[in-house]
């Protein structure tokens, strides 16, 4: 059942929509261009971006993540 693109897609569903909880907490407002950006990360990226919020102060800082990744 994993393996199943349902699966899969449905995860990255719930992935995404944790970290855009984060970030609008941690940055407010996510401009539509970094949003755009986000959606196009796959799981183990929206993971790595989940933990890097922790460390974020502003939205520079989503932007140079964004950058890098």
Same mark, same amino acid.
């Given at each position: #059942? ?5 699966? &899969?897609?449905? &995860?990255? /569903? ?5 970290? #855009? ?19 196009? %990360? ?6 790595? %971006?989940? /933990? ?6 502003? %939205?520079?800082?989503? /932007?140079?993540?964004?950058? &890098?990744?």
């Amino acid at each position: #059942m994993r393996e199943s693109v349902i699966y &899969q897609d449905i &995860q990255q /569903e719930k992935a995404l929509s944790i970290v #855009m909880r984060l970030l609008r907490r941690k940055v407010g407002t996510v401009p539509p261009a970094q949003l755009l950006k986000i959606q196009a %990360l796959d799981s183990t990226q929206l993971d790595d %971006l989940a /933990e890097a919020v922790l460390d974020f102060s502003d %939205l520079s800082d989503l /932007e140079a993540w964004l950058a &890098q990744n």
